[in-house]
């Protein structure tokens, strides 16, 4: 059973960068598609961007240029490097893993709660 543990997540001003990390344990994630979500309240659940096992990428339109998403297998751990925030990004933001394929942010979306796991998540706040 793989166990998500997100960290990084805080309070910054617009045009700001954070940098968010997803810590695995319980089993090795290089096979996995891992991809970051975001959810307010209210609102649905949103996919913001994944990794494949070979570190193909593919971003939301809501961020691409702005975040980047990578991966270190020899460390076990996911990050999304998050750059020029905006107060619209403000966020709980949540890490998956999941064998399914292809691996793409749709391909996790539609996933759901039947992914293989779910990290607790990070708040990401961002003021004007």
């Known amino acids: 059973q793989v166990h998500l543990v997100e960290s990084g997540g805080g309070s910054v001003q617009a045009g700001e960068s954070l940098r968010l990390s997803c810590r695995a344990s319980g089993y090795a994630i290089s096979p996995y598609c891992l991809a970051w979500f975001r959810q307010t309240s209210g609102k649905e659940r949103e996919g913001v961007a994944s990794i494949s096992s070979d570190g193909s990428t593919n971003y939301a339109d809501s961020v691409k240029g702005r975040f980047t998403i990578s991966r270190d297998n020899a460390k076990n751990t996911l990050y999304l490097q998050m750059n020029s925030l905006k107060p619209e990004d403000t966020a709980m933001f949540y890490c998956?893993?999941?064998?399914?394929?292809?691996?793409?942010?749709?391909?996790?979306?539609?996933?759901?709660?039947?992914?293989?796991?779910w990290g607790q998540g990070t708040q990401v706040t961002v003021s004007s």
């Open positions: 998956a893993a999941d064998l399914r394929l292809p691996c793409s942010v749709r391909t996790m979306e539609l996933g759901g709660n039947a992914l293989h796991a």
